[in-house]
């Protein structure tokens, strides 16, 4: 039997090729979820495990080399990193030293943000989108200074925050992510699957803080 390798065959071949890989990802992406929420359905869920789920799910699944997940504290309201992954052992204590009030959180003036959605802001390195001392929060500080060379080209110094709201939009924490395998700015479908894993994150903190009244979930991670 002959191969049928005329141009219109190779086309169809890769086009399939694309489109199952495509649903592949898909799949696996809603499956990595479906375990998630499954994990809410006990009430005995240690909110620092479920943070971290997420964390390495986002970090292994979606090929995000550095993420961390923060939330306000319910002792004193400032926000400060609660757990991460894929970062240096010396970077992540930078991390943990940080605390902002939520008017610092928010400040466009220091970090220049560009609004992409209700929930995510996106952070790029031309515009040093840190504070003085922040810079040892980089895995790659010497890089800060790179050349974009594409529109889609991830360099160090680019991050993503996207929130954690509760109830009535109220900001509980954010999810941060900051560079990629390919080194190119996460597509949509990666920022969206991020958002619903925050969104369902909002509703587990809210779900177990009014449940557990003044011994809250944020409260046990302080």
């Known amino acids: 039997m002959t191969t049928d390798t005329s141009p219109e065959a190779v086309k169809r071949r890769l086009w399939v090729d694309y489109q199952y890989a495509h649903k592949e990802r898909f799949n696996v992406m809603l499956d990595d979820m479906q375990k998630f929420v499954s994990s809410l359905r006990d009430s005995s869920t240690d909110v620092k495990k479920l943070l971290q789920k997420a964390a390495d799910t986002i970090h292994e699944r979606l090929r995000i080399r550095d993420v961390t997940i923060g939330l306000r504290s319910s002792s004193d309201g400032l926000y400060r990193y609660e757990v991460m992954a894929g970062l240096k052992g010396e970077t992540w204590a930078a991390h943990k030293e940080l605390a902002y009030t939520k008017d610092q959180f ?3 003036v220091t970090y220049k943000p560009k609004q992409i959605s ?8 031309e515009d040093n989108p840190y504070a003085n001392g922040e810079e040892r929060t980089y895995d790659r500080p010497v890089m800060l200074q790179s050349k974009r060379r594409a529109l889609d080209d991830s360099i160090e110094g680019d991050y993503l925050d996207i929130d954690i709201l509760g109830v009535n939009d109220d900001h509980l924490g954010w999810i941060e992510i900051s560079g990629t395998l390919t080194n190119k700015l996460p597509d949509v479908t990666t920022i969206k699957y991020i958002e619903l ?8 903190l809210s779900s177990t803080d009014s449940r557990q009244g003044a011994r809250g979930a944020r409260t046990s991670l302080t």
């Open 118 to 125: 209700k929930y995510t802001r996106l952070f790029l390195s």
């Open 197 to 204: 894993m925050a969104c369902t994150i909002g509703v587990a």
């Open 106 to 108: 928010y400040d466009p």
